[in-house]
């Protein structure tokens, strides 16, 4: 097992991404690490050559068992709020628990972090009453260990990127609509490419009420597994995390009730510009979600240089171990240059997000946050 949580806590190099911080939440950081790599050695690392086995085998092979211990040591509920029942963990030490999971495997990573997005999405669209719906679910489904995960359901088999970035959407082709009806909407439509999408117990769907002007007509919608209408389709076939799922999710005539709408034009205070709020809104969450995406790229990259060190330890080169040879140490330094790079960067945007984030203040848009930053 690579001991990453030990270097991040006695590596002066390292360490001084700590300064500055509370007791507290230094406290608070390395009980997460602890927690990582306790979950890593009796969690993640059996389960890693296991399930590529198996999944080789049969591709529509499901880790739910994962998913189950995942629930089981609370790991969908450490990262919220307090307010809501959660354990109150901050941003910022997801960073850490996101690195030392990923240096073992993306996937099982993954798996948890896409949970977080949704509850980024619920939190960004400023729907606190279905929030603290939600994470009491989260908190009930653990005692009674069936797991309430969320994914995030945006690719089209038509649209992909362009439903991501605002200034592509006026012109997207899009497939999933919606309906209004008595009560709510009638969901229609396929989304693909969604990780977690077999496993998770509610996905938050973005749909559109016209398809000749999606940029004006956006809605998101929180969809139930158990939901009348709904299924899954094909599990794709990937290169690699392959334990992660990319699913496709089929709406046929799919009734969401009202209180199921997270974000729509109906729900944008009178006084702002809907489409200005959805572009808002998209890009807030992507943006959130980015700090995960580098914590995971920082892990693997610390992982790919511990297997580059132990190879150079052990190959020759005209009877010459690798890593007494100059040019190769040139190439593991860079290598480990940039691994701390990548891991200040990450750690600045997380200080970010931990002080102007959704979950340090519950009252106010998340472009508010950053908003006062810039003021400041």
Not at 49 to 64: A, C, G, W
Not at 131 to 155: D, F, M, R, Y
Not at 261 to 283: G, Q, R, Y
Request: net charge neutral.
């Amino acid at each position: 097992m690579i001991e990453l949580g030990e270097i991040l806590l006695s590596n002066d190099d390292n360490f001084f991404l700590l300064k500055g911080l509370s007791s507290s939440k230094i406290n608070e950081i390395k009980e997460v690490i602890n927690l990582a790599n306790d979950f890593c050695s009796k969690v993640v690392i059996p389960r890693v050559h296991k399930y590529e086995i198996q999944i080789d085998k049969n591709p529509d092979f499901l880790p739910s068992d994962f998913i189950h211990e995942a629930n089981r040591w609370q790991l969908f509920s450490k990262w919220l709020p307090k307010a809501f029942g959660g354990g109150g963990f901050s941003p910022l030490s997801m960073h850490f628990f996101n690195e030392i999971l990923a240096s073992h495997c993306m996937a099982m990573t993954n798996m948890i972090g896409v949970h977080y997005v949704g509850l980024t999405a619920l939190s960004a669209s400023m729907n606190y009453k279905m929030l603290q719906n939600v994470c009491k679910k989260i908190k009930a489904g653990e005692k009674k260990s069936t797991p309430h995960t969320l994914s995030i359901a945006v690719t089209e088999p038509e649209a992909g990127t362009d439903l991501e970035d605002h200034k592509l959407l006026k012109n997207a082709k899009v497939g999933c609509t919606l309906i209004k009806s008595d009560g709510g909407y009638t969901l229609n439509g396929t989304k693909i490419f969604i990780s977690n999408g077999h496993l998770s117990h509610w996905s938050i769907v973005t749909a559109f009420l016209d398809k000749n002007s999606p940029h004006t007509s956006q809605v998101s919608v929180l969809v139930s597994k158990d939901s009348p209408g709904f299924s899954h389709g094909k599990i794709e076939r990937k290169l690699g995390q392959k334990s992660c799922t990319a699913s496709e999710l089929i709406f046929d005539n799919v009734f969401i009730s009202a209180d199921n709408v997270i974000f729509s034009k109906d729900h944008c205070p009178a006084n702002l510009d809907f489409e200005e709020t959805a572009k808002t809104f998209t890009a807030d969450v992507l943006n959130l979600s980015r700090t995960g995406v580098g914590s995971i790229a920082t892990g693997i990259s610390k992982s790919a240089l511990d297997l580059s060190l132990k190879y150079c330890r052990e190959q020759k080169i005209n009877g010459v171990l690798m890593g007494q040879i100059e040019w190769v140490q040139i190439k593991l330094a860079k290598m480990h240059n940039n691994i701390y790079l990548s891991r200040n960067i990450t750690f600045d945007s997380l200080l970010a997000n931990d002080y102007w984030g959704p979950f340090k203040e519950m009252s106010a848009p998340v472009t508010s946050f950053f908003m006062k930053k810039v003021e400041r």
